[in-house]
Antibody, heavy 121, light 109 residues
Framework: EVQLVESGGGLVQPGGSLRLSCAASGFTFSDYAMSWVRQAPGKGLEWVSAISAGGTSTYYADSVKGRLTISRDDSKNTLYLQMNSLRVDDTAVYYC??????????????WGQGTMVTVSS | EIVLTQSPGTLSLSPGQRATLSCRASQSVSSTYLAWFQQKPGQSPRLLIYGASSRATGIPDRFSGSGSGTDFTLTISRLEPEDFAVYYCQQYGSSPLYTFGQGTKLEIK
């Protein structure tokens, strides 16, 4: 079964840190460019960060640049998001999502179930 | 930065009716880079359409996408009860790499 499973979310104080993980199974993880997409409570989808297949290139939304770091370990089939200097407006469900590069769909065809990050004092 | 504006914000229709959802871009978008997603409450988004008009695997043919340039449309030809959800358009670009529209809520009338 094709699956992405996020973990690592929770409650953190403003200025704190969290590390999210996304474990992939059922497909060739290294063939996929991966992203993190978040959704604040009751709001729409916001792309946060992406990493190329192979991990040589990374991309960030302006709202998180310098605070969040995306990485991947293809030997462990896992995507990560290191979140530092967290702010209240980072509160959201964080989804990992992937697209198979070779298909050239430029759209996320695999999504995880999401992990909730709450930033509050 | 390309901004995607979806309309209407909410669409109230009955099962069996036709739904037409709009996504307008602030600058021209290559059709190759335009996608549509469906999201139901408590669920992750699901890819419906990529390349503006290609259905993703397993998507029923009542879903169709069209458009080019700055105007794109998602059409659901005959609404089924399970189609009532929120729909997002998304584009792949340069900076930011991906942009989503704000969503259209399709609700039962």
């Amino acid at each position: 079964e094709v699956q992405l499973v996020e973990s690592g979310g929770g409650l953190v104080q403003p200025g704190g840190s969290l590390r999210l993980s996304c474990a992939a199974s059922g497909f060739t993880f290294s063939d996929y460019a991966m992203s993190w997409v978040r959704q604040a409570p009751g709001k729409g989808l916001e792309w946060v960060s992406a990493i190329s297949a192979g991990g040589t290139s990374t991309y960030y939304a302006d709202s998180v640049k310098g605070r969040l770091t995306i990485s991947r370990d293809d030997s462990k089939n896992t995507l990560y998001l290191q979140m530092n200097s967290l702010r209240v407006d980072d509160t959201a469900v964080y989804y990992c999502a992937g697209r198979v590069v070779a298909a050239k769909t430029y759209a996320f065809d695999i999504w995880g179930q999401g992990t909730m990050v709450t930033v509050s004092s | 930065e390309i901004v995607l504006t979806q309309s209407p914000g909410t669409l109230s229709l009955s099962p069996g009716q036709r739904a037409t959802l709009s996504c307008r871009a602030s600058q021209s978008v290559s059709s190759t880079y335009l996608a549509w997603f469906q999201q139901k409450p408590g669920q992750s988004p699901r890819l419906l359409i990529y390349g503006a008009s290609s259905r993703a695997t397993g998507i029923p043919d009542r879903f169709s996408g069209s458009g080019s340039g700055t105007d794109f449309t998602l059409t659901i030809s005959r609404l089924e009860p399970e189609d009532f959800a929120v729909y997002y358009c998304q584009q792949y670009g340069s900076s930011p790499l991906y942009t989503f529209g704000q969503g259209t809520k399709l609700e039962i009338k």
